[in-house]
């Protein structure tokens, strides 16, 4: 499968994004998937992940901000993104997973296919 991610951008604090990550070659939910985000100078981190089942899991730092979901007849990965901060400033990356895990996976390693990264920069 390849993804393609967009939607990245500048927002102000407060404000919402909505990040895609479009699928091609394979049906996108027959993956598990996650999203990740690298802030400069810093790591890459775990944000949220759906399993290939339709579990989720979300990093603490985005809890109740941030949103995963499907869209089949798109073949599209969405990343829904509210009340932003300033530290969500990072490049966010979607990955694919054949391995077909009950619970999410939050390591990078465990995603075999990458997006090339959209950047989300938030204003204070």
């Known amino acids: 499968v390849q993804l393609q991610a967009y939607g990245g951008g500048l927002v102000q604090a407060g404000g919402s994004q909505r990040l895609s990550c479009a699928a091609s070659g394979d049906t996108v939910s027959s993956y598990s998937i996650g999203w990740f985000r690298q802030a400069p100078g810093k790591e890459r981190e775990f944000v949220v992940g759906?399993?290939?089942?339709?579990?989720?899991y979300y990093a603490d730092s985005v809890k109740g901000r941030f949103t995963i979901s499907i869209d089949s007849r798109k073949n599209t990965v969405n990343l829904e993104m509210n009340s932003l901060r300033p530290e969500d400033t990072a490049v966010y990356y979607c990955?694919?997973?054949?391995?077909?895990?009950?619970?999410?996976?939050?390591?990078?390693?465990?995603?075999?296919?990458w997006g090339q990264g959209t950047l989300v920069t938030v204003s204070s």
């Open positions: 990955a694919a997973g054949r391995r077909h895990s009950y619970t999410v996976v939050v390591d990078a390693a465990g995603y075999e296919f």
């Open positions: 759906l399993t290939w089942n339709g579990n989720t």
